[in-house]
Structures are given as structure tokens and as C-alpha cells.
């Protein structure tokens, strides 16, 4: 029998990684605010990519996201407090894959330090596509899978619209990047307060199909 598929997100939901993304994303820009940096994942946070290469005072661009995020990922970035049991249980009956806007390496390299890289099929970061919509279609035409097969779990806004625009629903986390009347904006099949939700939420998603 085909196993559905949970589609993760990873920053926010897995790793606990607000605070140095946020950080380093001032140093980029100075003015930047708590509000509106989680604004900007309101859509696809590649679509805030400053678009004109010009170095001011108000947009660093001597200094690179990543560059600067990957080593204190290493070192500042917890896993979120019960995810790994989570993501234990939901291997046993489901297909897991990673959809991020961070770069595979640091993923892949953040879920072996915690024993969980080998119970995710694939890990999909920015390197991949920019567009989770893209990433989410590359694994329909991979595993032989449809949007109804699969379900989404995320912390942001973007991702829900994302997930919709090609019919995948989205369980929201409430202990990442934006508040639950920001998820709900989006209707989500359910808000999840905390990890060990997220299995009763994937369960009675599935069990609806049926």
C-alpha cells in the first residue's frame, strides 16, 4: 500500500531558529524589526530578495545570509522540544520530506547530529528551487504521489498559500515564525500548539480521505 507523505518545513517547525535568522538578517538590514521580518514570510521569502546589487547603509550586501547563518546554526540551533519523537512516530506509517528555504547542507548535516536524516526520504532546501510550490511538484512526480497524499507542516503563512496554490492542505505550528491569528488567515486544516498534536492532526487529515 502507498505510504502519504509529510511535508515539513524546517525552520520554525524542526529547528528552533528564529532568533539567529533574525539577527543576522538585521545585520543585512539595519532597520529590519522582529514584525516585519516575520511579515515577509507572509509570502515566499525569496521574493524579498533585495532585486538591485547596490551596497548602502540600509542593505549590506557585503555580507551573505547564509555565510554568516550556517556556522551559528551549528552552534545556536536547538531542535524544537519533542520533534524528534514526532518525527520517530510518523516514519513508522508515512513518507517524510524536508521543504525549506535554508540550503540542504546545513539541514542534512543539523538531522544527523540528531539522528533523524535517515528517516526523511529527501531533504529539499533552497539550493533545490527557490519555489516551494516547484519543490512540492517534484516530489508528486518522484514517488508517484497527489496533492491529496500529502500534507504540509508549517509555521508561516507563506507556506499555507504556497501549499494551496497546488491543492496540498497545511497543518500550522503555533510555536514558529508567525502567531496563530496569522496561520489562520490561511485555513489550515488545524493549528497544532504543541509536537505531539501534529500525529492526531495527520491522522484525522488522512483518515478524512478515507
Not at 81 to 110: A, N
Not at 132 to 143: R, T
Request: glycine fraction near 4%; charged fraction near 30%.
Amino acid at each position: 500500500m502507498k505510504k502519504s507523505f509529510i511535508l515539513f518545513d524546517f525552520d520554525g517547525v524542526i529547528a528552533d531558529s528564529f532568533r539567529p535568522a533574525f539577527e543576522i538578517q538585521k545585520m543585512i538590514y539595519p532597520h529590519l524589526t522582529e514584525d516585519i521580518y516575520r511579515k515577509r514570510f507572509e509570502g515566499n521569502i525569496n521574493d524579498w530578495e533585495e532585486p538591485i546589487n547596490v551596497h548602502t547603509e540600509e542593505c549590506r550586501h557585503d555580507i551573505d545570509f547564509f555565510t554568516e547563518y550556517i556556522p551559528r546554526m551549528k552552534k545556536e540551533v536547538q531542535i524544537v522540544p519533542g520533534m524528534k519523537e514526532v518525527v520517530f512516530e510518523l516514519e513508522k506509517s508515512y513518507t517524510l520530506v524536508v521543504i525549506s528555504s535554508t540550503i540542504t547542507s546545513p539541514i542534512q548535516e543539523f538531522l544527523e547530529g540528531h539522528d533523524l536524516a535517515n528517516h526523511f526520504a529527501q531533504i529539499m532546501g533552497n539550493d533545490v528551487h527557490k519555489s516551494k510550490v516547484k519543490k512540492m511538484k517534484m516530489v508528486f512526480e518522484k514517488y508517484g504521489v497527489a496533492a491529496k497524499d500529502c500534507i504540509f507542516i508549517t509555521d508561516t503563512l507563506g507556506d499555507i498559500h504556497e501549499a494551496e496554490k497546488i491543492s496540498v492542505e497545511a497543518i500550522g505550528i503555533t510555536w514558529g515564525f508567525h502567531t496563530p491569528d496569522t496561520l489562520l488567515r490561511g485555513k489550515p486544516f488545524r493549528l497544532v500548539k504543541k509536537p505531539n498534536d501534529i500525529l492526531t492532526a495527520v491522522s484525522d487529515y488522512f483518515r478524512v480521505l478515507r
